[in-house]
Structures are given as C-alpha cells and as structure tokens.
C-alpha cells in the first residue's frame, strides 16, 4: 500500500513496465525501475523526478489508452513528481503553495513589485524616482547598494536553505544516506546528464508533443531558458566582483561583462520561455498534468519577466523610466528569489538529485556485474 | 483524404511490418500507393505492435549486435527449428537478404536498440528495436505518410475482385467518401494470419479454441487469406499449426501480448486440473522449449495448466504482470486454485522424493534431475518445499497461425495450378509458412516482414508499371 492514490498508479504501471521492458532504451527511468522487483513510496518518487516527461514511452507503448491496461507513464509520474515537491516542501506550512501555485506566485510577485515602487516613492521624492541618473552608481541613488545586496542576498540564502532542506527530504525518501553525495563521478555524470538534457530526447529523435512526430524543440527552449538563466546569474555574480573587488559601480557600459553576460543570458531567457510555453500549450493534454498548468506557466511567465523587465532596464536606463523600471525589474527577482522553493524550479533541483542517484545505481550494477 | 476513386499503382492490404515496408518499397520505387489497415488507427500493425526485434545475418559485431551470426549459421538453425519443413530457395534468398535489411530498416527511420546484455539471451543474433514494435511501426508510418503514401484506418476489405489470378479491385465494408471499391494495378496482401478467428480456429481445435487467449489484436482475422485461398491462391502450412505460448490465464482475451507471458516453467512443476503433471518441464533451455508449453497446455483438460513453484525461487524469473497466487501450505494453495489438495499434494510428494541430489544452474542443462517418476524432470528439478506455495494459472496464448499463401521469390502469389498470379504478392504471417513449416525462432516472423516486405513492394511497384 502506498501513500497515495497517484503512487498505488504508479506503482500499477512499473509492475506493468517491469514485465515488459521494451522502452529500457528510451531514458533512465526503465533501467533503474529494472533494478527493482517491488516499488516503495520513496523508489516511486525517485522515478517520478527521473522522468524528463519526453513523452516517447507513452507513444511507443502498445498498452497505452485506449488499451485496456491504460499505461500512461508520463502523466501519472507528472502528478506523482508535482506531488513529491509539495511532500518535501520546507517548511512544511508552506506545502500548500504548490497547490494554487500560479496564483500564490503572480501574488507574491505583484506585492514584492509594488512594495519596492512603494518604498522607492515614499524614500525618495518625485524628481528621484522619476529622474535621470547615468554614470556609476546610478542605480544606488534609488536604493543604497548594501540595501540592495542585503535584502537579495537574504532571499537568495533563504531560498537555498529552502532548497537544500527539500533535496535532504527528497534524498532521504528514495533512500540515500545523507552522506553518499559525495561520489564525484556520479556527480559529474549528473552534471553532464542535466546540462545536454540527455533524458529528454526520447532516445534520440526528440520528445513527443502535439502529436505522434517527434521534434527536440522543447530541448533547445529548455537550453535557452537555463543557459540564459545562468549566463544573466553569471552576470550578476561578475557584477558584484567588480563592486567589491575592483570598486568599479554599477551601471557598466554595453561592452562590459556583466552587460555582455547578461545581454545573451537575457535573449536566451526572453526566447525560451515564449517557446517553452507555446509547447506547453500545443502538448497532448494526454501527456501532460492538467492540474499542474498553474506551476509550469508561473514560473515560465516569471523568467520571461525577469528577462524582459532587466533587459528593458538596460535599454532605457539613461531615460526617466529607469527609476520605476529599476523598482519593476528587482520586485520581480526578489519574487523569483523566494517563490523559487516552492514552484516549477525545484524540478530542476529534483530531477538532477535523482539523476546523481541514477548515476551511482548504474555504476554500482556495471560492477556487480563484473563480478 | 486521399481520392480513391483513382487506381493505385499498388495497393497494400494490412498495415503491420510487412505491409509498411511494401507500402515503402514500392513507393521509392515510384508506385502511388494506397495502404488499407482495417483496425483502428490505435490498433494499426497487427502482431507488430507487440513484437521487439529482428533476426538479420551479419558477419561481425556491430553497436547493436554482440557478434558474428552468418548466412550458414542462420540456415542451419531454420533447419533445425522447422524440422526441414522449410523452402529451401525461399529461406536462403530471406536469410541472405536479411544482412542489408539491418540497415535498410534504419533508412526507414526505424532505430535500434544499443546491446544492453541484459535480460534476453539474444544480443549475438537479434537486433532489437529502440522502443519496442509500436516505436518500430510509428517510425514505418512517418517515413510512408513523408514520402506520401496514402493510409486510411478501419479500412475492412470484405471482397477481392480476381480474375484468372489477376487482382483487379478490393471491396469495403464501409465506404469511404461514397467509394467501396479500390482499383488498382497490384495488390500486395500483408494481412496477418487468422489467430483471433476463433470460428477459424475451431475447425482444427474443437471447441478447446474457446479457451485460447489470443496475444494480438482482434483484428487479425485472416479475411484476406481466405478470400485468397478461395479464389485460387495456392495454400502452405499446416492449418492446424499455430505459435502457441503459456501465457497467464488472468490476461485479457485480447491483445495482452509480451507482459502476460511465464518463464517460470523450469522453476517449478506444471500441472493440469487433476493436479497431475504431464510433460518434463526440464526438458530444453528456456527459451528454446518456450513455444511448445501453449501446445501442451491446449492438450489438457479444459485448456488450463498450473505453474506451481516456492518461495526459493520467487525472485529467480523476470516480474510478471499478475502476481502469483499464494497458500501457506500445498493444500490452501490448491483450495485456492480449485484443485483437488489431496491430489497435488500426492504429486508434489511424489515428484519431491524423485529429485536426486545436483548442482543447479539454470543457464545449462544442469544434472538437477527426477528419478523413478513419469513423466521425469531431467533438469533444473529441486524440491518444492519451502513456503509461501505459488502458482501462476495458464492457458494457451496463441501468437500467430502458419497457414498462407505460397510465393516465389518475387514474393509474387503461386496460383492452386502451379502459375504465378499476374499482380498478386504477399508479405509477412500471410506468407511465412512457406519458410516455417513448423517451430519458431525469436525475431524471424519480423525477418520475413520485412524482406519480402520489401520484395514485394519493389516487384508490384515494378509489375504496376509493364
């Protein structure tokens, strides 16, 4: 018996799979589910944020619906991993979120911008806030630059304790001794799984979207979507070097790294999430969480904002709009910031846990073969 | 939509392997060309759906295969496994054909499956498919539907209009846009056997083929071998012949296909509803003797058979679909299977004092064996005595029929006098008893798929155009 109805699913479909095994090829997950014979909570979990949700397995699989076995592999580890991230939520009273998570996001977001316009008009009188400021520091004539980095760096270390407790959570479920996250070499291989996004290419073609033709649009979306993520993090980080470093004060001139990082990073974060959506939006409903729609546009909708608010920030930062722009663009990061816990980014945290475990358990099967 | 008030070049009836590599073959070869599957698009491919690899020579290790498996090597285990009850000429034209279909297939989109070594011992001789047979067949249907080949589902023919073996135009049960009859100027019939025509059936089994569970689809009704053999077509194979497995009897009278299989035959004993054995389940190699437990099964009483085994072994076999039924002794299991206690626990009895002292290994013919009992377990035989008691209840699973159509080498039609049908071919199960007389061999129906497959779309393609 499991906790859940959606795990008592998932387990009725990995006996189904497990007597079948024609898609061990495909990904990750029929592999490490063949390394079982039963399934508990905690190894249905695992294989729930394994699932890149290529959707391949459900178009290959001669059991699917309208078969009577109804094996639907993708959409019921969809709900089952949707639910995990809830079950691991730190802390626990903040569970909750993950259910009406587009509309607990878009509130946090639309409070942290007004409040940031808010404490910029009321610190500040009109000719300020509407003002224009060029040359360094800038910006910090709106909000003093230690403020800034107090109030970011707090969200930031929040959001990683939140993280770091929910992976812990996660790591104890599928049954991983806190102290096994060391092994480098499943920790590169996860790495180097994660970044090509290996597992989302139903084996080779692509994965399966509106229909039974496969494309690998939703891979180079998702590229665009996290290496622009990184490069604009990228940018930040070489931007408070500079500050701290060399002395050297924001705003930088376009040639500067931070702006040229961020530049690319931001196109990157402005293409992918319009395209991630618009899959999103075309996919078989079949294959996909219905319930979930909320979390998935949420967090797409706030990188796109991140992006789109800062790039606009650069192009009109020597006009009169900086000012509100500047409240605009950081109302919108610091809600990136805290809502980061509890909605769609935890996947990525999730999945690519899972895939070090999956790394390990395949190394540790390649030996024991061995012998 | 396609129009077709139009005559085709060729016309392929089915829409499993054979019939999609056909469909293929002639339209590269430049044919329009008209497909009619009669299942539901979900349905479509017949036995293909359920299938996982192929048996193709080769003459070295490649990324998917993990050695060498030659011409000579292949013929000489067709021979075996048909008793000689094979054609010569045809089964060496396939076998030689087969090296190119390994890469031919590939140009059709399908992807195979990197050598895992893991649960089939087939990694030398048979390449699998990347996904499984439905993964095989989508990439088939995308690569005909690009290269505009026209297909349309429950497309049931009801007649073949045939004259001096000359097709000339197939009927509909339904219409489509007004039109019920399909010209064309050659037909290639993929159709698949008759397996789920258990009214067919019965005219060799009686009336056991009602309790035969049928691993395809129900879709597989063998219409269009009939209407072959009735106008002329010469026949080949056995009709009473059929691929028969054991297969759980919990299954689904339909389309259960690989997952309700046993493979737990050699782990225990096997006994009919008087709780008696009757047949050595330690006679061959799984998965050699795999094929023969459906025909010993349908020889029993009310065609039902008991796979009886311990806990000691419970893990020794691939999961199963349905779980084994439990008894904490040999007679709660019986009362839970509806068999006589008394009598199975005589036979467990019995056959547990016969077992003599061996080392089991369950990958040779290991010297674990019976002595003094009939029928004995010449290997793989240990006591049944540790509980939790199992059983898994099977029936036969009936894979696929042998009677067909016989071909030449163009895999054109032979007619009942001897002649070649003028623009009749045919590829797949419909044809393959002209290889297989008997027996069966991993891998080898989708051989003949695919090879006269493609034969036979590349000769109507070439017949369409004279």
Known sequence: MHGTKILEEADRLMTVCNSCRYCEGLCAVFPAMEMR??????????????CHACGACYTDCQFSPPHEFNVNVPRTLAVARA????AYAWPRAFAGTFARNGLVISLVAALSVAAFIFGFAALHDRQVLFGIHTGPGAFYK?????????????????????????VRAFWRDIGEPIGMKTDARALLQAIRDAGELRYLDGG????????????????LYHHLTFYGFALCFASTCVATLYHYLLAREAPYPWWDLPVVLGTIGGIGLLIGPIGLLAERWKRDSILVDEARYGMDVAFIAMLFLTSLTGMALLILRETAAMGPLLALHLGVVFSLFVTMPYGKFVHGIYRFAALVRYARERKAMAQGAGE | ????????????????????????????????????????????????????????????????????????????????????????????????????????????????????????????????????????????????????????????????????????????????????????????????????????????????ADNFLIRGTPYNRGSILKMLLDKGVQDIGDPTQCHAVAID?????????????????????????????????GEDIWPKRYAIWGRLVAAQPDQIAYIIFDASVRNSFMPTLFPPIEGGSIAELAAKLELDPAALEKTIAEFNAAVKPGTFDHTILDDCRTEGITPPKTHWARRIET??????????????????????????????????????????????????????????????????????????AKNARN
Request: proline fraction near 3%; aromatic fraction near 10%.
């Open chain 1, 37 to 50: 014979r039963a399934f508990s909570d905690g190894d249905l979990n695992y294989l729930a944020n394994l």
């Open chain 1, 83 to 86: 639910e995990s991230y809830a």
């Open chain 1, 142 to 166: 709106l909000m003093p630059h230690n403020a800034m980095a107090a109030l970011f760096g707090a969200a930031f270390l929040y959001a990683i304790a939140a993280l770091a407790m929910g």
């Open chain 1, 204 to 219: 080779g073609v692509g994965c399966f979207n509106e229909d039974d033709r496969p494309t690998d649009r939703r891979r």
């Open chain 2, 1 to 208: 939509m396609a129009d077709l008030t139009v005559k085709f070049d060729v016309l392929v009836i089915g829409g499993g392997n054979a019939a999609l590599c056909a469909a293929i073959s002639a339209r590269r070869a430049g044919a329009s060309v008209l497909v009619l599957e009669g299942a539901p698009k979900f349905y479509r491919g017949g036995n293909t759906r359920h299938t996982r690899n192929m048996r193709c020579a080769h003459d070295a290790a490649t990324d998917i295969l993990t050695g060498p498996y030659t011409e000579e090597e292949f013929w000489d285990d067709l021979l075996r496994l048909t008793g000689g009850q094979t054609d010569e000429e045809l089964a060496k034209f396939m076998i030689r054909e087969s090296k190119d279909i390994l890469n031919w297939i590939v140009e059709q989109g399908v992807r195979w499956q990197p050598s895992l070594g893991g649960t089939l011992s087939l990694g030398r001789t048979n390449s699998f498919f990347l996904g499984g047979g439905r993964a095989m067949l989508n990439a088939l249907y995308l690569t005909a539907e690009k290269l505009g080949v026209e297909i349309v589902y429950d497309a049931e023919v009801i007649d073949l209009d045939i004259e001096h073996g000359m097709f000339l135009s197939a009927k509909l049960k339904q219409p489509i846009d007004g039109t019920s009859e399909i010209r064309a100027s050659a037909l290639v019939a993929a159709a698949g056997g008759f397996e789920a025509n258990i009214e067919w059936l019965k005219e060799y089994w009686g009336e056991a």
């Open chain 2, 249 to 281: 009897a919990r299954a689904p009278k339909f389309d259960g296909g690989i997952i309700t299989r046993h493979d737990s035959v050699v782990f225990g004993i096997v006994v009919n509803k008087h709780a008696r054995r009757f047949y050595d389940e």
């Open chain 2, 387 to 460: 509980p939790p008691y199992l059983a898994y209840p099977v029936r036969p699973g009936i894979t696929f029929t042998y009677l067909g159509t016989r071909v030449n080498r163009q895999a054109r039609m032979v007619m009942k006098d001897g002649k070649p049908s003028a623009n009749m071919f045919a590829a797949g199960e419909i044809m393959a008893g002209n290889v297989l007389g008997k027996g069966y061999a991993a891998g080898i129906g989708m051989t003949i798929g695919s090879v006269f497959g493609r034969v036979a779309g590349r000769e109507a």
